[in-house]
């Protein structure tokens, strides 16, 4: 690209407007701050359809490619995050017609509540607690994918994207009480498998084994002078 030498900018540096004039003239550094801002974005939103990394991952790259091969097409009538998150959403829904003829995941019944992001715990530097942490992301990771679509993909965009309802109406070309009815069934529908999933792993709770086990055992014996 010709203006590799432009400063590092980031989405939010100059707004849409000005990134997008920028990526347009082939600006590097605008290229860059559009992919970087909206990589993991566009990541879950595939990965959410097609539950497949490789896929999601090549639905992202088709993304980029589209897009900035066609942006003079954006318009600014909703945010640029916005406007690829939706031709990310076609191509891997597109995807997942071919793979599966006739699949429909918008017809699916009403009701209300709003999102409530969830928490994960942060990384801990304990091996049995990071195995631990591990598999619980594997158990809701594994419990999301099980969602059947509709719901699905309203929650990835809800409460893993944090997007707001008007924003997930949008994309999904919803009314935003659907988003909240779809998105109050899949929170019922995932405590109810992440329940039912973890069960067997509630015995390994609050584990107290390896190295923490071996220092307590023989700081006790040292203090019951066993140890010299």
């Not at 942006?71 to 997942?96: K, P, Q, V």
């Not at 591990?134 to 409460?159: C, K, S």
Request: proline share 4%; glycine share 6%; net charge positive.
């Amino acid at each position: 690209m010709r203006q590799a030498q432009a400063p590092q900018i980031t989405a939010a540096a100059g707004g849409d407007a000005e990134l997008v004039r920028r990526a347009l003239g082939r600006d590097e550094a605008a290229v860059r701050a559009i992919i970087t801002a909206n990589n993991r974005k566009l990541y879950r939103l595939a990965r959410g359809i097609l539950r497949n990394d490789g896929e999601a991952e090549d639905v992202v790259q088709e993304t980029y490619v589209r897009a900035f091969t066609h942006l003079e097409d954006f318009r600014g009538d909703s945010s640029l995050a916005t406007w690829l998150a939706r031709i990310a959403m076609n191509e891997a829904l597109g995807r997942l017609r071919r793979r599966r003829p006739g699949v429909e995941w918008s017809s699916l019944p009403e009701g209300a509540l709003e999102a409530q992001i969830i928490q994960f715990p942060l990384v801990s530097t304990d091996p049995e607690k990071s195995m631990a942490q591990r598999e619980i992301q594997r158990v809701v990771e594994q419990a999301i994918d099980e969602l059947p679509e509709g719901f699905r993909l309203v929650f990835i965009t809800r409460v893993i994207e944090g997007m707001n309802v008007e924003e997930t109406a949008e994309i999904l070309g919803l009314k935003p009480e659907t988003v909240k009815t779809r998105l109050h069934r899949a929170r019922n529908l995932l405590r109810d498998n992440v329940e039912k999933k973890i069960g067997p792993l509630i015995m390994e709770a609050f584990p107290f084994a390896g190295k923490r086990c071996e220092r307590l055992t023989e700081t006790v014996l040292r203090r019951l002078g066993f140890r010299a």
